[in-house]
């Protein structure tokens, strides 16, 4: 179903109905444009209708068809056009496979947390997977995720809680990657957002030259927040670092181990 705003443009049948004096209406085969003026429920709204010659009218309480409501034998009805009913459907789609995405990272982050995990990294990032999942069930399209998908990630994230946040971990003398060090990799963020869509891209320098990309998207152009997608795509790439740093780290302890150090941590 496609909610009704004010200001959105159906498509208008007469379909019998007597119209206002002086309005335009020759071919029934066609429809009207009209603005949705007022909202009386998702089936019911008043119109301001465009006739054949550009002139403007009202009509109110105009039945809305939605998904596979039936035509009216008779009297008008305003209904959405193809292109709107398309992206409904693509948009409920893509909701779908943010639940799905979102149900993934719940379980690797479950993984990671139960993982044998001495410096608290996997912990880590098993928090920015968990918040990552929240994003996408908190979804573009505003809508509450089917039941069995929020559930998983609220008793992951209470099951982290605490120890999985990305700051700086002060009660451990064991090396760590901390979010803060992360921080201080970026040299340069660029973000770009594809035009006629609600992708953003987000690219991040760091200190070495090396480039990460994330990304965002929402569901539809209408809820699309440039602000939230380049925090998002942001975030997308600084979950590309995480297991970059903690390879490096491991390394370095390796290598450490190998020379018979003990001072090892993040340069």
């Given at each position: 179903m496609i909610h009704p705003t004010p200001g959105r443009i159906v498509w208008f049948h007469p379909n019998g109905i007597t119209?206002?004096?002086?309005?335009?209406y020759s071919d029934s085969e066609q429809p009207l444009a009209a603005t949705i003026a007022y909202v009386h429920s998702d089936r019911m709204v008043n119109l301001f209708v465009i006739d054949q010659n550009g002139m403007g009218y009202s009509l109110t309480s105009v039945t809305l068809l939605q998904d596979d409501d039936a035509t009216?034998?008779?009297?008008?009805?305003?209904?959405?056009?193809p292109y709107q009913k398309g992206q409904a459907a693509k948009s409920n789609t893509i909701d779908q496979n943010a639940m799905d995405e979102a149900c993934r990272l719940a379980f690797s982050a479950k993984e990671l947390f139960l993982a044998n995990d001495s410096d608290g990294g996997a912990k880590r990032l098993a928090?920015?997977?968990?918040?990552?999942?929240?994003?996408?069930?908190?979804?573009a399209a505003g809508e509450q995720p089917a039941a069995g998908g929020l559930p998983a990630i609220k008793a992951s994230a209470k099951l982290c809680s605490g120890e999985c946040s990305p700051g700086?971990?002060?009660?451990?003398?064991?090396?760590?990657?901390?979010?803060?060090?992360?921080?201080?990799?970026?040299?340069?963020?660029q973000y770009h957002v594809i035009p006629g869509t609600t992708v953003t891209v987000c690219c991040l320098e760091l200190r070495n030259g090396f480039n990460v990309?994330?990304?965002?998207?929402?569901a539809s152009l209408d809820n699309f927040n440039a602000e939230k997608g380049r925090t998002y795509a942001r975030e997308k790439a600084i979950e590309k670092i995480w297991p970059l740093e903690g390879y490096l780290l491991k390394q370095r302890i390796y290598e450490a181990t190998l020379a018979g150090r003990q001072d090892v941590g993040l340069q």
């Open positions: 119209l206002p004096p002086n309005f335009a009216p034998g008779a009297g008008s009805y305003a209904e959405w056009m928090g920015l997977m968990i918040q990552r999942a929240e994003q996408l069930l908190g979804g700086p971990q002060t009660d451990s003398a064991s090396p760590t990657v901390t979010l803060e060090q992360i921080e201080n990799l970026i040299v340069s963020a990309i994330g990304e965002s998207a929402c």
